[in-house]
Structure formats: C-alpha cells, structure tokens
C-alpha cells in the first residue's frame, strides 16, 4: 500500500511563497502519475496540477503561471512550488498517486493559509 505524506504548508502573507512537498513510500512512485489538489472549507476538492511519469506537466488555469509542480523520481517526492499566493489559495492541499494498475491514493494534507 502507497503513503503519501504532505508537508511545507502554513501561513503566508498575500503575494508570497511556499513550497509543498509529497513525500511518497513504495516502489511504484517513478512510473505513477502524481496530482496536487486543494480543498477549501465548504467546496469540494479542485484538481491544482498533475505530473505524469514521463514528466507531463498539466496545470489548473486559476494557478497557471504561478504554480510549478516537479518531481524527485529518487527522493519518492513530488513539490508544488507556489507562488504570488492569494487568499483564494487557502485551501488544505492534497497530493494524488495513481498507480500503474489502477490504484489510486491519497495524502491527509497540508494546510495553506494566505492572509490579506
């Protein structure tokens, strides 16, 4: 079974940057496809950004631009660089893997909080 573990959230001033981390065990993390996604409170949980196993980046369009996703294939860790924060960012953030042969697995998130 596949854990994820999110980490690197907290709280940021309007206009700033963190970087989120996914920290993954297993051996499939290489070639799984790997999302971030957010949820805040009282909404249902919007996708942010994906990386495939061939290194496809794919992006919401509300962080295109601000948002670079990466993976570390020998660290078993995937990042979300954020950046020019909003406070319509403050969401928990979730990373997703989805396994070659059809699994798919969820972190317990990090929080993001952007003040004004």
């Known amino acids: 079974q596949v854990q994820l573990v999110e980490s690197g959230g907290g709280l940021v001033q309007a206009g700033g940057s963190l970087r989120l981390s996914c920290a993954a065990s297993?051996?499939?993390?290489?070639?799984?496809?790997i999302g971030w996604y957010r949820q805040a409170p009282g909404k249902q949980r919007e996708w942010v950004a994906t990386?495939?196993?061939?290194?496809?980046?794919t992006y919401a369009t509300s962080v295109k631009g601000r948002f670079t996703i990466s993976r570390d294939n020998a660290k078993n860790t995937v990042y979300l660089e954020m950046n020019s924060l909003k406070p319509e960012d403050t969401s928990v953030y979730y990373c997703?893997?989805?396994?070659?042969?059809?699994?798919?697995?969820w972190g317990q998130g990090t929080q993001v909080t952007v003040s004004s």
């Open positions: 990386i495939d196993n061939r290194g496809t980046i």
């Open positions: 297993g051996g499939t993390f290489s070639i799984s496809a």
């Open positions: 997703r893997l989805d396994s070659p042969w059809g699994y798919t697995y």
